[in-house]
């Protein structure tokens, strides 16, 4: 695991779009498809706005990706401002020109929300390898939303958030607790799990525990975002407030400063 600690917030939206940029990369020149993993909330916004300048002022293109939402709510109906599907649209990719039809996400308006997960599944394994899996991590350690107790092993099912996470996340809906949809559909941590290369990004203090949790305590359901811990190729990217708790942020600052120069991401 590498754990990257930046002096800012637009730091890691730079290293961050570096990954994406390199993991597209890696797939062309495999002959893969270019499958990418996309999160929403705040943590990804400044890479995305890093990749949307890079499609416009350096002709970066995503024309072959084909992009898979982490997670959705249930119930916001389609086109919801909120809906992680219009989220990833907004801040991503209508600007980077990747054509609607190749962005997926977990059918969080479906009749029938179980039956959607076990089809998101299916649709994600059979699309390939994910190249790059990007992630935030929630205040109580979750990632995608995989709240704490979630199976290590688990694939995308109907989870239901808890209200720690619906209070973090009132704030894109009008600070109002009630509108926060209390059920979700997310890809599994046995999911991310298979993806090439996952890339989780934190910014801020009030991600300093979790993030410390995440990476220095023990592999547990309790702690969500712990599971990173088994795969072999994870980036952890964050500012020094979120790296703030880390025990071996000296070394983790030492190591980049001494970063074989064609290590790549
Ligand atoms: C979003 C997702 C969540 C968020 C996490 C952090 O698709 O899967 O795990 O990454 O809740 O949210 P922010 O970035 O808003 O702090």
Known sequence: MEVVLLPTPTDCGR????????????????????VLGLATGSSPLLAYRELVRRHAEEGLSFADVEAFL??????????????????????????????????????????????????????LQAAGPVVVQLLGIGTNGHVGFNEPGSSLSSRTRVK????????????????????????VLTQGLGTILRAEHLVLVATGEQKAAPVAAALEGPLTASVPGSVLQLHPHVTVVVDEAAGSRLALADHHRHALTHKPADQGW
């Open 160 to 183: 239901t958030l808890t209200e720690q996470t619906r209070a973090d996340n009132a704030r894109f809906f009008a600070d109002d607790v009630d509108a926060v949809p209390r059920h």
């Open 70 to 123: 982490l997670d959705e709510y249930v119930g916001l109906p389609a086109g919801h401002p909120e809906s992680y599907r219009e989220v990833i649209r907004r801040e991503l990719t209508d600007a980077v020109g990747i054509d609607p039809a190749r962005v997926h996400g977990p059918d969080g308006a479906a009749p029938d929300p179980l039956a959607a997960a076990l089809a998101y599944e299916e649709r």
């Open 15 to 34: 290293v961050v779009a570096d990954a994406l940029q390199a993991g597209l990369a890696r797939a062309r020149v495999r002959g893969a498809p270019a």
